[in-house]
Structure formats: structure tokens, C-alpha cells
Nanobody, 124 residues
Framework: QGQLVESGGGLVQNGGSLRLSCAAS????????MGWFRQAPGKEREFVAA????????YYTDSVKGRFTISRDNAQNTVYLQMNSLKPDDTAVYSC?????????????????WGQGTQVTVSS
């Protein structure tokens, strides 16, 4: 049974940066596609970024392109989300997730395992 634990969230000023980490255990990390999703208060969960098992495929939602970078280290069983030029609209709980089978990286329903989430708050 896979487990995912996020870290790195916090409070940052408008224009600042944060780096989120997601440590995986209990499975073969290199076999999983990994994604980051976020949910703001009163809003639905939305896709942020994803990376294929080998890192050859990377996907972003339009609103974070050019500002966020997803990466992974299969030797460390960790996926990262570097977030630069943060905006107040980026404020949300960020969760990482793992998917094993084929299917869209953009859909949360394709992910089998989820972390508990980490809060990111961007002040204006």
C-alpha cells in the first residue's frame, strides 16, 4: 500500500517561492506517474502538474506554466514542485498523488494514492 507525505508548504509573500516535496513509500515509486493537485477553500480540486514514471512526460495546467516546475528523483522516491512567482490565487492545499495505470494525468480519478496535503498561502 503506497503512502505519500508532502512537505514544504507555508506562508509566502506575493512573488515569492516555495518548493514542495512528496516522499513516497510502500511501493515501486519508479512505476508511478505522479501528480500535484490543489484545492482552495470553496473550490473544487484542480490539476496543477504531473510527471511520468521516467520523467519523460511533464504536464502543467495553463495557469502555472512558466512559474512551476515538477521534477522527480526516483532514487529518493520523491517528487518535487518548485513554485516561483507565487500569486494569491495559488493559495490552496496542495496534494500529491500517484497513478499506476494508463489514463489522463489531468484527471484526479486516475490516481490511486494521495497524500494528506500541505497548505500554501500567498499573501498579497
Amino acid at each position: 500500500q503506497g503512502q505519500l507525505v508532502e512537505s514544504g508548504g507555508g506562508l509566502v509573500q506575493n512573488g515569492g517561492s516555495l518548493r514542495l516535496s512528496c516522499a513516497a513509500s510502500g511501493g515501486t515509486f519508479s512505476a508511478y506517474g505522479m501528480g500535484w493537485f490543489r484545492q482552495a477553500p470553496g473550490k473544487e480540486r484542480e490539476f496543477v502538474a504531473a510527471i511520468s514514471p521516467t520523467g519523460g512526460g511533464i504536464y502543467y495546467t495553463d495557469s502555472v506554466k512558466g512559474r512551476f516546475t515538477i521534477s522527480r528523483d526516483n532514487a529518493q522516491n520523491t517528487v518535487y514542485l518548485q513554485m516561483n512567482s507565487l500569486k494569491p490565487d495559488d493559495t490552496a492545499v496542495y496534494s500529491c498523488a500517484a497513478k499506476l495505470f494508463t489514463g489522463s494525468y489531468y484527471s484526479s480519478t486516475k490516481y490511486a494514492y494521495w497524500g494528506q496535503g500541505t497548505q500554501v498561502t500567498v499573501s498579497s
